[in-house]
């Protein structure tokens, strides 16, 4: 029995690896969507600083969209395995003979959520810093 738990142990460990590269990936992507639209929306940053926005308030708009997508993953994410669960369990347990139960988030996962949000938030700063230097002229000058 100690020979199958430290088996599973290994797996659950292997599996957390692969989570953890794709969050990597996944927010590796994201910083590339952010830094690509922020491109695209040099004029409505630039129409936003002409209204009154200071920069500083750009920053907090580009970090709270990356806080937003982060916590729209990890609630989809969440969510889709609470419904694989529910719609599964009864065939796993018939196929396998491992019974699936319906359980809240442990304290640990919801750490290992509060973390992913952080690092969300994190590589949002980089636009945000980026949006931050820009002027008023670099978004209102037709580019060639």
Do not use: H
Request: hydrophobic fraction near 55%; aromatic fraction near 10%; charged fraction near 10%.
């Amino acid at each position: 029995m100690q020979e199958l738990w430290q088996v599973l142990s290994i797996a659950e460990k292997s599996l957390l690896i692969v989570s953890a590269c794709v969050i990597f990936a996944s927010l590796t992507g994201m910083l590339g969507i952010l830094l690509t639209s922020l491109n695209e929306r040099r004029r409505e940053l630039a129409i936003l600083r002409a209204v009154g926005a200071g920069p500083l308030r750009i920053m907090a708009l580009l970090l709270s969209e990356s806080v937003f997508l982060t916590l729209l993953a990890s609630v989809l994410g969440v969510g889709m395995m609470y419904l694989l669960v529910f719609c599964f369990q009864d065939w796993i347990a018939l196929e396998y003979g491992v019974f699936l139960t319906l359980n809240g988030l442990t304290p640990d996962q919801f750490r290992l959520l509060l973390w992913i949000q952080l690092a969300g938030l994190i590589t949002g700063l980089i636009p945000a810093i980026k949006a931050y230097y820009y002027t008023l002229i670099d978004g209102l000058t037709p580019k060639i």
